[in-house]
């Protein structure tokens, strides 16, 4: 026995470590070198061998696929794209269909197979300049309730367009030049070319699948994606002033449409000629003439499921059956600035509802779902109930002064006012951004959606636990934000500055400054997954292309 202060016990000296062959029992010498053994290098070695074939073995690849697929599940691309790397069982599992598939659908993007390759492209039309010409229509945006502001332009031309929430959309510092022609490295991914360059061809094995490659979905929309983040687009314009067979006044108004029976996708245009146009985005040609009802400026537009519904000055609204290309009826219930909002059942529209709270005019309108949104230049903003007229909420003082424009996708609402300011807010969390340093007639805190709090006061974002961040630059239009089209991952805005702004939906933040495009006011915007389209007094239709180079004919805009 040892002294008990040894730290040894019975167990310990009857060790069959303490035994050697042929002798029973142990001693000091003995147990001296199993202490030795325990805590020498030899030991460890020991040990290490013991586990090392342990952490070798692929636990995930032992398990069954549908198990391992599970546990996939819950990684993000960026871990999947890594884990594709560590062995051919892990790239198989990785690039699984399934999983892309519903990462595609946790985005809402969408494979569409083609009918045929349908490349976007245009024609490169000359560019005479331009000299704005006086406005002397009586067209203009509604007055502000009680505006006695100098800064309110007498001849502000149309109302904004409306808006159906209808499904629509790494990165080069390199423009692409027309087919056939030499590329050339943008000095900046921000520079706009005022060479029209019409849009790139493109073509690719994939045009041709009739199987859905979800990883390839996935990959190129996040190209696209990286592509807006950078600014790095090309610019061509569909029309300038005095091309043939085009709109030969100011356009007011325009809208992306789909062909749902056939995927191909066209622009629609507004003007104050009094006509409606379609273009063929593939040629840059003019598809058809919708004209001979509306006596003054078309103002607005809205296409959705073969119908196209367009309001003009003359204080009518004409329902056209774009499968016939006649009109379906005329609407006359208007009669002078609107002050209200009237609804009408499709198919046989018949009156629904009269929607009368504002003060002054109701600019725009947009409907989500069985909800619709009202802005006016009584700086207000009002959600309605589509199916009873109910009002269900009222947001005044939303902007500084009259709002000018509104798009909306439940639950969030995207406006844009003559305060020189865009405003996106969740209507049901009241949570959102605004690119107003301040506002006299709104709270100094407003809460950025995912980002915490932010003072505008200060500019830092604070959330629960979080140090206080900088607020995401943001560089605010110079006039009148005319037109505003909310997106998926970004929100566009035009304004009477001549300018497009892209912005990040969800924080705010500044993400491309398009500018040299126009040399007029911008009327209306428009966007999906690849492009941006704007339109205004100088007579250009603007494509802002930010796929240029990519294949983009099984991605479902």
């Known amino acids: 026995m040892f002294p008990a202060d040894e730290g040894y016990t019975d167990d310990d000296l009857n060790s069959p470590l303490n035994e050697k062959p042929g002798v029973s029992g142990g001693g000091n010498l003995l147990v001296a070198r199993s202490v030795r053994e325990r805590e020498g290098p030899s030991s460890l070695a020991v040990l290490q061998a013991r586990i090392a074939p342990l952490l070798k073995v692929d636990i995930v ?51 569409r197979v083609p009918s045929r390759p349908f490349p976007l492209g245009s024609d490169s039309f000359p560019e005479p300049e331009f000299a704005p010409e006086a406005d002397t229509d009586d067209e203009g945006m509604g007055d502000e309730e009680d505006s006695s502001d100098d800064e309110m332009q007498a001849d502000d031309s149309g109302f904004a367009s409306m808006v159906v929430d209808i499904p629509t959309p790494s990165s080069s510092s390199t423009v692409q030049s027309p087919v056939g022609g030499p590329s050339r490295s943008a000095r900046s991914s921000r520079t706009c070319h005022s060479t029209p360059s019409g849009f790139q061809l493109q073509s690719s094995a994939a045009a041709h699948h009739l199987k859905p490659d979800f990883k390839l979905l996935h990959q190129t929309h996040i190209r696209l994606r990286n592509r807006f983040t950078a600014g790095s687009y090309t610019l061509s314009n569909l029309q300038t002033r005095g091309a043939p067979n085009s709109h030969s006044n100011t356009i007011y108004c325009l809208q992306l449409y789909t062909y749902p029976e056939t995927g191909k996708q066209v622009l629609f245009t507004g003007s104050k000629d009094r006509t409606i146009r379609e273009w063929d985005l593939s040629t840059g040609s003019v598809i058809r003439v919708l004209e001979g009802v509306h006596e003054s400026s078309v103002l607005s537009i809205c296409v959705h499921r073969g119908v196209l519904a367009s309001a003009s000055s003359d204080h009518r609204v004409v329902v056209w059956d774009l499968s016939k290309n006649e009109p379906i009826t005329v609407i006359r219930d208007h009669e002078d600035s609107v002050l209200t909002v009237r609804t009408y059942r499709f198919p046989d529209l018949t009156r629904q509802h009269v929607l009368s709270a504002h003060r002054a005019a ?191 004919s099984f991605i479902r805009l």
């Open 61 to 111: 690849g032992l398990l069954p696929p549908e198990i391992a697929l599970h546990v996939f599940a819950y990684l993000p691309y960026q871990c999947l794209l890594t884990c594709a790397l560590v062995s051919k069982r892990w790239r198989t599992l990785a690039d699984d269909q399934s999983l892309w598939k519903n990462l595609c659908l946790s985005r809402k993007w969408e494979w």
């Open 362 to 552: 109701v600019n725009a309108v947009a409907i989500s779902n069985n909800l619709i949104v009202s802005v006016s230049g009584d700086r207000s903003l009002r959600l309605w109930d589509a199916e009873t007229g109910a009002l269900l909420r009222t947001f005044e003082n939303h902007h500084r002064r009259g709002i000018a424009s509104v798009d909306f996708r439940h639950p969030f609402v995207l406006s844009g006012s003559s305060d020189k300011h865009i405003r996106l807010l969740d209507v049901t969390t009241l949570q959102g951004w605004s690119t107003s340093p301040s506002a006299d007639k709104q709270p100094p805190v407003v809460a950025e959606m995912g980002r915490g709090i932010v003072c505008e006061a200060c500019g830092n974002s604070t959330g629960p636990g979080e140090s206080s961040q900088p607020l995401p630059r943001r560089r605010a239009h110079e006039d009148l934000v005319r037109s505003v089209a909310l997106g998926s991952e970004f929100v566009v805005s035009g304004s009477y500055d001549f300018t497009v702004k892209v912005w990040d939906r969800q924080t705010g933040a500044l993400v491309a400054d398009l500018a040299g495009g126009h040399t007029g006011r911008i009327f209306c915007v428009g966007s999906d997954y690849t492009k941006i389209v704007s339109c205004g007094e100088d007579q250009r239709i603007c494509i802002w292309d930010f796929s240029h180079g990519v294949d983009t």
